[in-house]
């Protein structure tokens, strides 16, 4: 059987997104909800424009082991420690209850136990592709209950590790039958293959920690972007094969890879660079799922799908409720994060498959619980609109908490470039208690500065999904410290254009530079010899015989001047030609120095005719006395 996805097929994917999508969005549904309608409309059960949905859901499955490596890219060890409490709390205790709930209900309903565990812990997880992608299109995700949500996402997803190790147990307790694993672990004992599971994604991170950063720094040091790209989707791709052969999900391996390099310094280049490939694999995912409900098995026993659905949807959302308020969450918060939760998840296709092929679960079992989970999750738009709306009454607005400041990374300025410049600018910030969120193009530059403890980031500011991932949106400021000056005013073109709400302060390479800058929207521009220029020139007087202040003053002089002059000359920069240009400039300095001459004057500022000291005599005579 072709397990590609066939281009006519691709057609229909992509013609139903564009005409579902937009309605569901326009409808306030969201476009998870459009996408699963229009695969229930194209689907074999629908249209029949779709013949194999099980086949595509080979391919887009991508989408979800990308999603996955995308998520662990975001988990810094400084982010799980400060949500630790969630995670390992709310998480931890939601899969365990949950499970043990939907356990209970299943062998109440006269399934085996070991069957009723199977499914109970692979029903306790939710989807985080529609959770996220939900709450994201929502404007939900960066409040306290979105970051609650996400931190029992993230625990259920690590939590997907011990359900695989748990499955050959599982099987081998069953009298009479063997456990048939698939991949590299088959000949394998039970006990062998559940430590299998565990030595695998060790290799995954062993090989992380000592492979991956030297190879991407060798790779950016090539300079070709779109080896960059090829590189991290190499990584992704690989990992899921690796997996894939031992007989694990590919999934998983790419969740943990994204987790071992969540704290390297290309990790914003490789997480927007794969981001186009996640959201095309996930929409067709999400279209796949919406193609395998399968309307005739629900026509044959609705009774018991529907149970299955609301059983489902109660009871994780009544465990969730009642955990988040144990944990001192207000109702309409809690509620938010329940309702969220409540449908079946992505990897519950992929663990019904493992299980099946342990001889956990039959084909029977397995098909009606199929249906279930994928209509829970065509439901989890609806249950979002319905938790909105029910949590707008359950709190008054003075018991409402603020929003958890959990993003330690969120930067009140993004500095580009981290050269010389740049890493003067950032430590003036940072000195003076202000996030830093730091890209640099040169990669052995990257690495230079992260030896010194910096944290800088491999990556193109002029990029707008590497800009947004630095933390754009919102940032305060961006500082423009690149030593080329074409790509200074890329990036001030990209950013003014892109995030019109930040300040933007560029170093100029001379005065050109520097208008063309003002005339793109930057806020400042400083010329990068100007000020030291400035300050040489005044040593050199105060060599010549000014006294200390008389140097000083001198100086901000012609500083004020030159500033003067500096704009006032715009407008004929921007007007006239070259020529033109020059001539007015030789009859305004010729100005400009007169009255520097006049000021200096008046100011009694010349070498001999102020015989005050500067604050260095003073100083040398006080030791002397």
Not at 228 to 240: K, P, Q, R
Not at 593 to 618: F, I, K, M
Request: aromatic content about 8%; charged content about 20%; glycine content about 8%.
């Amino acid at each position: 059987m072709d397990h590609g996805l066939p281009l006519a097929e691709f057609f229909v994917f992509l013609a139903a997104s564009v005409a579902s999508v937009p309605i569901a969005k326009r409808l306030g549904l969201g476009s998870v909800l459009g996408y699963l309608i229009a695969g229930a409309i194209i689907g074999p059960f629908g249209l029949k424009l779709l013949a194999d949905p099980e086949a595509v859901m080979h391919t887009a499955e991508f989408g979800v082991v990308i999603m996955l490596f995308l998520i662990g890219l975001e988990l810094r060890p400084a982010l799980l420690w400060t949500m630790r409490n969630s995670i390992l709390g709310l998480g931890g205790l939601q899969v365990l209850l949950t499970g043990a709930a939907l356990t209970a209900a299943a062998i109440a309903a006269g399934v085996d136990w070991r069957q009723a565990t199977a499914i109970g812990f692979i029903l306790s997880l939710s989807s985080t592709a529609i959770v996220l992608q939900s709450l994201r299109e929502k404007g939900l995700a960066a409040t306290d209950p979105g970051r609650g949500a996400f931190a029992v996402l993230l625990f259920q997803d690590i939590a997907v590790i011990p359900m695989l190790a748990l499955f050959p147990l599982l099987a081998m307790a069953q009298a009479g039958e063997t456990a048939h694993a698939s991949g590299g672990l088959a000949a394998l004992p039970a006990w062998a293959q559940a430590l299998a599971v565990f030595a695998a994604v060790a290799a995954i991170v062993l090989a992380g920690r000592v492979l991956m950063r030297p190879l991407f720094r060798f790779i950016a040091g090539v300079g070709l972007h779109e080896i960059f790209t090829a590189a991290a989707l190499a990584l992704v791709v690989g990992v899921a094969l690796l997996m894939q052969t031992v007989g694990l999900s590919p999934a998983l391996g790419a969740f943990v890879a994204g987790v071992v390099l969540a704290d390297s310094e290309y990790r914003h280049e490789i997480e927007t660079d794969i981001e186009p490939f996640r959201g095309l694999l996930l929409g067709i995912f999400f279209i796949s799922v919406g193609a395998t409900i399968d309307f005739a098995l629900i026509a044959a026993a609705p009774l018991l799908i529907a149970a299955v659905v609301l059983g489902l949807i109660v009871i994780k959302s009544a465990v969730l409720f009642g955990l988040a308020r144990a944990f001192k969450r207000p109702a309409a918060d809690s509620a938010l994060i329940a309702l969220a939760l409540a449908q079946g998840g992505e990897f519950a296709f992929v663990l019904f498959t493992f299980a099946q092929t342990e001889n956990v679960l039959s084909q029977a079992l397995i098909d009606p619980l199929t249906a279930a989970v994928a209509i829970s999750m065509a439901l989890t738009p609806l249950l979002l609109l319905a938790a909105e709306r029910l949590s707008t009454k359950l709190d008054a607005p003075e018991e409402r908490t603020a929003p958890a400041d959990l993003d330690i990374d969120a930067p009140d300025v993004i500095v580009a470039g981290f050269g010389r410049f740049g890493q003067i600018v950032h430590r003036v910030l940072s000195a003076n208690g202000f996030k830093t969120s730091i890209l640099e193009h040169n990669a052995d530059q990257v690495e230079l500065v992260r030896g010194f403890g910096n944290r800088a980031n491999y990556g193109d500011a002029s990029r707008v999904d590497l800009l947004r991932a630095a933390g754009a949106e919102t940032a305060r400021a961006l500082v423009i410290a690149v030593d080329d000056k074409e790509k200074a005013l890329e990036i001030a073109a990209t950013v003014r254009k892109s995030f019109p709400h930040l300040k933007i302060f560029s170093r100029a390479y001379d005065r050109g530079h520097y208008y063309a800058l003002l005339n793109l929207g930057v806020d400042e521009a400083e010329r990068e010899t100007f000020e030291g220029g400035i300050k040489l020139g005044v040593k050199a007087l105060k060599a010549l015989g000014f006294r200390a202040h008389q140097a000083e003053r001198a100086g901000r002089i012609f500083r004020r001047h030159d500033e003067r002059g500096l704009a006032m000359m715009r407008q004929m920069w921007d007007e006239l030609d070259d020529d033109a240009y020059r001539s007015a400039a030789n009859e305004r300095q010729a100005l400009i120095e007169e009255s520097l001459r006049r000021d200096l004057t008046q100011h009694g500022v010349s070498g001999a005719a102020d015989d005050a000291w500067g604050a260095d005599e003073q100083e040398a005579e006080r030791r002397r006395a």
